[in-house]
T-cell receptor, first 113, second 113 residues
Framework: DGGITQSPKYLFRKEGQNVTLSCEQN?????MYWYRQDPGQGLRLIYY???????QKGDIAEGYSVSREKKESFPLTVTSAQKNPTAFYLC????????????FGAGTRLSVL | QKEVEQNSGPLSVPEGAIASLNCTYS??????FFWYRQYSGKSPELIMS????GDKEDGRFTAQLNKASQYVSLLIRDSQPSDSATYLC?????????????FGSGTRLQVQP
């Protein structure tokens, strides 16, 4: 089945620790995105990538880093510089042209210990 | 100033009634508009997309777009308790080089049995 797989489902971070959230897709989509959702809020864009080896900062990139070494994979690292990382993190993908219909993974819920 | 505005709700309707959800956006040259449904603790799923003025119907759902007034709405006919969720409005950007969407904070719909 085609889709977007995010792992882990739940993640706990200790103070000063970097953690990496995984996002893999087998939809053959070129574009991938990371969003953050806080309780009762909409989605805010962290980073996005339209092609392999290229990515752009979104609205709230500080404290996060990404890589795009393969078309299928777009991991997000939450660094120790992100002081308030507790949130629901969503990965999405879309085709590079035409209407920007985005499909989402199941999400990773990150909490701070 | 928020770019995409939605009433947070909750919007409460009885089973079988029509639910009307509204969204306004600030970027006058936005080109694409989406409605996502998000159940509590889950990721958003696309239910409707609309790109030109007027109505678009899909089963019990009708999306309405008025670019002159900068609003988009979603009507749900014969509302069911299973429709109880948060509905996110998303708008495609003016800058076609940036392939991300701007999301509203969502309207929570409660369908009373």
């Amino acid at each position: 089945d085609g889709g977007i797989t995010q792992s882990p489902k739940y993640l706990f971070r200790k103070e000063g620790q970097n953690v990496t959230l995984s996002c893999e897709q087998n939809l053959n989509h070129d574009a991938m995105y990371w969003y953050r959702q806080d309780p009762g809020q909409g989605l805010r864009l962290i980073y996005y990538s339209q092609i392999v080896n290229d990515f752009q900062k979104g609205d709230i990139a500080e404290g996060y880093s990404v890589s795009r070494e393969k078309k299928e994979s777009f991991p997000l690292t939450v660094t120790s510089a992100q002081k308030n990382p507790t949130a629901f993190y969503l990965c999405a993908s879309s085709l590079p042209s035409g209407p920007n219909i985005q499909y989402f993974g199941a999400g990773t819920r990150l909490s701070v210990l | 100033q928020k770019e995409v505005e939605q009433n947070s709700g909750p919007l409460s309707v009885p089973e079988g009634a029509i639910a009307s959800l509204n969204c306004t956006y600030s970027d006058r040259v936005s080109q694409s508009f989406f409605w996502y449904r998000q159940y509590s603790g889950k990721s958003p799923e696309l239910i409707m997309s609309i790109y030109s003025n007027g109505d678009k119907e899909d089963g019990r759902f009708t999306a309405q777009l008025n670019k002159a007034s900068q609003y988009v709405s979603l009507l749900i006919r014969d509302s069911q308790p299973s429709d109880s969720a948060t509905y996110l409005c998303a708008v495609g950007p003016r800058d076609t080089g940036r392939r991300a969407l701007t999301f509203g904070s969502g309207t929570r719909l409660q369908v009373q049995p």
